[in-house]
């Protein structure tokens, strides 16, 4: 398969929820889409086969090593990556005066550095040619915190650092770097949650429900437009009315 002369989109942790979501959008939309995953080739190949302008990408996006190979092969394949949805990430979940080391490197590596090692291996490329969009997949709970979630909370927050600083260093090369910053969304994430703690949060929620995997594609096509130019270092919550920044 080759792009078509589509623009490329690398969506990590396409595979499934809001990733999958943002794959099937934006191949909707007329990008080429690269669905990358890292456990589940089925649903990122059964997602994938529904399209003709979207190809899987298997690559662990915590390890360096793995994306800088990764993305050097999808590059040479199908030309220079113009989009970029940092989107794959994890949870953890353990109050801090329990949780181990290995919780807190695995979470702050899925979720942080997997963002400079994607980000680190395009940019070169985006710069070269005077286009990209960057956007980073936060969280409600890295601008308002957590219980049991400060490696979550860490890695998310710091990624609003990491956004702006390359928001400015791009902004002249016609780059834009955001961040969106979704509540509480209908995904394998969340499900497993107890459902006395998921009643007491829709309290918290003013539409009272979990927002969709679709209501935050829909965002992310709004901000890979090459129309909307104008808007970098920010951040878009997507949350329900439950907090406003
Ligand atoms: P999800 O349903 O649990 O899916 C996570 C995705 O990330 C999967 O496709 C998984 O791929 C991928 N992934 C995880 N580790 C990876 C790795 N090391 N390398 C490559 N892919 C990896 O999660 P989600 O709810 O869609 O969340 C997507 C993003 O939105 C995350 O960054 C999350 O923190 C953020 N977010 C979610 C919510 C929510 O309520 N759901 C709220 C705020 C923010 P495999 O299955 O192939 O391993």
New binding site residues.
């Given amino acids: 398969m080759t792009n078509q002369d589509k623009q490329v989109v690398l969506v990590?942790?396409?595979?499934?929820?809001?990733?999958?979501s943002i794959c099937s959008m934006l191949a909707e939309n007329n990008y080429f889409v690269i669905c990358?995953?890292?456990?589940?080739?089925t649903?990122?190949e059964a997602l994938a086969s529904q399209y003709d302008n979207m190809v899987t990408k298997q690559?662990?996006?915590?390890s360096f090593e793995d994306t800088t190979a990764a993305i050097k092969e999808i590059e040479n394949n199908y030309g220079p990556v113009s989009v970029l949805i940092n989107?794959?990430?994890?949870?953890k979940d353990r109050f801090i005066h329990k949780m181990s080391l290995i919780e807190w490197d695995d979470v702050l590596k899925?979720?942080l550095y997997?963002a400079f090692n994607c980000t680190r291996s395009i940019l070169p490329n985006m710069r070269d040619r005077n286009f990209g969009r960057i956007i980073c997949?936060?969280?409600?709970?890295a601008l308002k915190g957590q219980v049991g979630q400060a490696n979550?909370c860490a890695s998310?927050s710091a990624l609003s650092g990491f956004i702006k600083a390359i928001a400015l260093e791009n902004a002249s090369k016609n780059i834009t770097a955001n961040l969106v910053?979704?509540?509480?969304?209908?995904?394998?994430?969340?499900k497993n949650i107890a459902k006395e703690i998921t009643d007491d949060i829709k309290t918290k929620i003013p539409m009272n429900r979990?927002?969709k995997?679709n209501e935050?594609a829909k965002t992310i096509l709004f901000l890979v437009d090459e129309a909307t130019s104008y808007i970098t270092g920010e951040t878009i919550s997507i949350n329900g009315g439950m907090y406003m920044n």
């Fill in positions: 990590t942790g396409g595979s499934r929820g809001i990733g999958s990358n995953y890292n456990n589940s080739k649903d990122a690559f662990d996006v915590s989107n794959a990430g994890i949870t899925a979720n997997s997949l936060s969280s409600v709970n979550y998310k910053a979704p509540g509480y969304i209908d995904t394998d994430m969340t979990f927002g995997p935050i």
